[in-house]
């Protein structure tokens, strides 16, 4: 490692990565390099500042905070003011203590400063100074207050806020406070927002911030902003209505629906159609959904034009089956559209819609040249319930594209011909791998005794992938046909055909399965031990308890994880020793999910395991362990959290420290 004055003559140098390379083993060479660091946090380079915030945020320490701080009253260079709230938004909580006290500094620059860096940071331990410097006689400082309130989300601010924003002589302090309390999302200021519509300044934020708080009863504000002549107060009240609608039930969905289609002008439909191609990413998706709400068949050539990106594709079928399913008339020659998203669009639509006479058409898209297009004329000849599709969904069953397959599978069962089944078996034997195992899926659809019948023989096919079809086909089947052919399976050559058929007997509560998992916990297959164990599990009681638990220090892997989940759940006491003893577990994946079963037990007798993760090498492991020990705060426990809070190398468990401790 080269010394100090070596590195400090580096820094000198006319080469920004060779200033930058001597940042790097400066960073390595601990406490003592803090004021080269300093130095090099004022460097002209970019990329010589980043690597220096890297280093002293890696070094550390409250009288590295403390420099940092001070570095933000250097008016005269401002590369190093930038580098060094960067690096204290690195330091989040910790730093927290150290900038409160600033937020009365002389020097009104630097209050902003330490104002942003506490909402970057987001510890709720400054809402009260943030709260307080909403009266700071510089505008910048108030509305930086405003916006760093917003970003902590915290319902305390909402009083302040508010105040704020019903005062008309405070510059951009009002608009501020309509996007924080926005952000809060706290339904008190429904009501004061409302108000503030009439003020043309705040149309904007206050309409944005009813679509992040808003309800059905703030349609009506929202829908007459649509017809405002300011385009940008347009896109706010779309957007806005489609993150209420996002947000809300379908009773809700419904309303808004109907609001927007009795409230929406023509001209604001016009308006919104001008804008649909001139807009991108959410906007765009908002504006379709407004003029599907709106529901004129005018717009549909405008709509059905713009796609042409598959990103499109689920917006548009969602904007269209918003429209009177009376519209259907007008969607029907676009199934023969030379663009196939649009046909696979039409599809879909006109199956919801259960447009009947759309069955012929549909039926011919069964051979379109596209397999999505295929796909979907299948699955809207399921809704209709057309039986002239039966014969060519059969032949969509040998389909070049498995996901054809699958939509066909699902049209017929849909369909519901229980006489396809005959035609599918009578010649079973004599048919290729992909499509038997297409009829034992297509089988399982039909809870009648002649399918399971025909399952029970399709078990003793010789191709493993056909007869794993089966036993998924045998899960879907009444107990009471399923239940014999499934304790066969478990008996299968393939152990993945074991492992389904375990899995499937699970999900059953009949007699005599328990015989079935205890043997198959001898299995030599891992996976086909671990699905035993969870349908032991399910079954519960103290013998099965106790058998599982015996398995714990001799199983490894996806058995192991298995075993520990259901120990957690189950509170098996003879579990508790081997769980201890599993803590410290190589694999961090056990260690993390021992703890959670752990939780299940008396803390004074996991205590000791549980607090000696928080030091874990594994950060996931460090988070589960916190997150078990907020359950049970003291004062010892908090001190460690508030350690952990301040200096643990990952900000998600820092995180999770500071929500532990209330902060």
Not at 373 to 393: F, Q, Y
Not at 543 to 565: C, N, P, R
């Amino acid at each position: 490692m080269p010394d100090q004055e070596f590195l400090g003559k580096k820094l000198q140098s006319a080469d920004a990565e060779e200033r930058r390379e001597a940042v790097i083993d400066l960073g390595r060479s601990g406490a003592g390099a803090v004021p080269l660091l300093f130095r090099a946090l004022g460097d002209a380079d970019w990329r010589v500042r980043k690597t220096a915030v890297e280093a002293l945020v890696h070094i550390g320490g409250d009288g590295v905070v403390a420099q940092l701080i001070k570095t933000l009253s250097l008016h005269d260079n401002a590369g190093a003011r930038n580098a060094a709230i960067e690096a204290l938004v690195h330091f989040g909580a910790g730093a927290v203590n150290a900038l409160l006290p600033m937020l009365g500094d002389s020097d009104a620059d630097v209050r902003k400063f330490i104002i942003d860096i506490l909402g970057d940071i987001r510890d709720h331990r400054a809402v009260p100074g943030l709260i307080l410097a909403l009266q700071d006689p510089d505008e910048n400082i108030r509305v930086a207050s405003a916006e760093a309130l917003g970003k902590l989300r915290d319902p305390r601010a909402v009083d302040a806020l508010l105040a704020c924003l019903q005062r008309t002589d405070l510059g951009w302090l009002d608009y501020a406070a309509a996007e924080a309390l926005g952000e809060i999302g706290d339904e008190r200021a429904l009501g004061p927002l409302m108000a503030a519509l009439g003020r043309i300044t705040l149309r904007e934020p206050v309409l944005e911030a009813l679509g992040k708080i808003g309800n059905e009863h703030t349609l009506v504000p929202l829908v007459a902003g649509l017809s405002d002549p300011l385009r940008i107060v347009r896109e706010v009240s779309m957007s806005a209505l489609l993150a209420i609608y996002r947000k809300s039930n379908q009773a809700t969905r419904q309303t808004i629906a109907r609001t927007v289609r009795e409230g929406m002008s023509d001209e604001a439909v016009a308006l919104a159609e001008q804008m649909l191609g001139a807009t991108a990413g959410e906007l765009q998706k908002a504006c379709l959904a407004v003029l599907g709400w709106a529901g004129r068949e005018h717009s549909i050539p405008k709509l059905l034009a713009l796609l042409t990106e598959e990103d499109l594709e689920e917006p548009m079928a969602q904007a269209l089956i918003a429209m009177p399913s009376g519209t259907g008339t007008q969607l029907m020659p676009y199934l023969s559209d030379e663009n196939a998203l649009v046909r696979r669009t039409v599809a879909r639509v006109l199956g919801e819609f259960g447009r009947t006479e759309a069955e012929g058409p549909l039926i011919d898209l069964l051979g379109d040249e596209n397999g999505h297009v295929r796909s979907m004329a299948a699955e809207a000849l399921g809704r209709l319930r057309s039986r002239k599709a039966v014969t060519p969904l059969l032949a969509l069953l040998t389909d070049e594209y498995k996901s054809v397959q699958e939509s066909a599978i699902q049209a017929l069962a849909a369909i519901g011909d229980e006489s396809v089944l005959d035609r599918l078996v009578k010649e079973y034997t004599l048919q290729d791998v992909p499509l038997r195992r297409n009829i034992a899926l297509l089988l399982g659809k039909f809870a009648t005794a002649s399918a399971a019948d025909a399952l029970v023989f399709a078990l003793k096919d010789e191709e493993a992938e056909v007869r794993k079809a089966v036993v998924h086909a045998l899960g879907n089947l009444p107990e009471e046909r399923s239940l014999r052919p499934l304790k066969l399976a478990v008996t299968d050559d393939d152990p993945e055909v074991r492992m389904l058929a375990a899995e499937a007997l699970g999900r059953l509560s009949a007699p005599g399965v328990t015989e079935v998992f205890i043997s198959l916990l001898e299995d030599q297959d891992l996976w086909v031990k671990a699905a035993a164990a969870r349908g032991l599990g399910r079954i519960g009681g103290a013998q099965a308890g106790q058998l599982l638990a015996s398995y714990l220090d001799k199983a490894s892997d996806i058995f192991l994880l298995a075993l520990v989940e259901i120990m957690g759940k189950l509170r098996v006491r003879q579990a508790q020793a081997p769980l201890l003893r599993l803590a410290d577990h190589d694999d961090a994946e056990v260690r993390k999910v021992v703890l959670t079963a752990l939780a299940g037990y008396s803390w004074d007798t996991v205590r000791k395991a549980v607090v000696s993760r928080l030091s874990d090498t594994h950060w996931s492991v460090r988070k589960a362990a916190i997150e078990i020990v907020r359950q049970h705060r003291d004062a010892a426990l908090d001190a460690l959290l508030a350690t952990i809070a301040a200096g643990d190398a990952d900000k998600t468990v820092r995180q999770a420290a500071m929500d532990a401790l209330g902060r």
